[in-house]
């Protein structure tokens, strides 16, 4: 069955480090999502890119948060630089098309920053 | 903005029914959803309704939504222990594009 890759697994930085975090969705899938998840709640959607486009950002903190998708395959996270507040589990997903929701999401980078 | 609200913990015993509930906030939503989280993984997709149906079975699990009180519910019949995790139930906007997630309730089995 396919999934979502992301990479790392588990990343422990250490505050005002640069990190990133890595992104392969399922092959054809159009659409990437970035989710981060804070321990004890639901999900919120980051970015979301359509092929290599930006289709939302809105929740992105621009001022450290930066997010690519340069072939329109897979996509990396960065925070630069890492604050405490950034510690949770980011979540990748992917959809083959966007409206259905029906997302693939990857097992996650959880983050601890200390 | 569109708001999905979850009770945050349910325990049932092994082999009965297990009910999880959901209220959601935006009319327009076209699909609703249940995913499900186990401990340190990503969100696994259980099962989702379109917004026009009220009920969906899907062998063990039942979705029942009423869009007159914007709730949702998940019947999970002859609960097992494997079935302990967190649950999340989530809508996608009218624009198709943005998935909201509740807070997720975690549903303790206990055998």
């Known amino acids: 069955e396919a999934e979502v890759a992301q990479s790392p697994r588990y990343k422990i930085t250490e505050k005002s480090q640069a990190v990133a975090f890595w992104c392969d969705p399922i092959s054809g899938h159009a659409t990437l999502y970035w989710y981060r998840q804070i321990l004890g709640q639901g999900p919120e959607l980051l970015v979301q890119?359509?092929?290599?486009?930006?289709?939302?950002d809105s929740q992105l903190p621009k001022d450290r948060f930066s997010a690519e998708r340069l072939k329109g395959v897979d996509s990396t996270l960065k925070i630069q630089p890492a604050e405490l507040g950034d510690s949770a589990m980011y979540l990748c997903a992917s959809s083959l098309y966007t409206g259905t929701g029906g997302y693939t999401f990857g097992s996650g980078t959880r983050l601890t920053v200390v | 903005g569109e708001d999905v609200e979850q009770s945050l913990f349910l325990s049932v015993r092994e082999g009965d029914s297990s009910v999880i509930n959901c209220t959601y906030t935006?009319?327009?939503?076209?699909?609703l959803y249940w995913y499900k989280q186990e401990p340190g993984a990503g969100l696994q997709l259980l099962t989702y309704i379109f917004s026009n149906m009220d009920m969906k079975q899907d062998q063990r699990l039942t979705v029942l939504l009423n869009k007159k009180d914007k709730h949702l519910s998940l019947r999970i019949a002859d609960t097992q222990t494997g079935d302990s995790a967190i649950y999340f139930c989530?809508?996608?906007?009218?624009?198709?594009?943005?998935?909201?997630f509740g807070g997720g309730t975690r549903l303790m089995v206990k055998p």
């Open positions: 989530a809508e996608i906007n009218n624009a198709g594009n943005m998935l909201t």
């Open positions: 890119f359509q092929d290599e486009s930006v289709v939302d």
């Open positions: 935006d009319s327009s939503s076209t699909y």
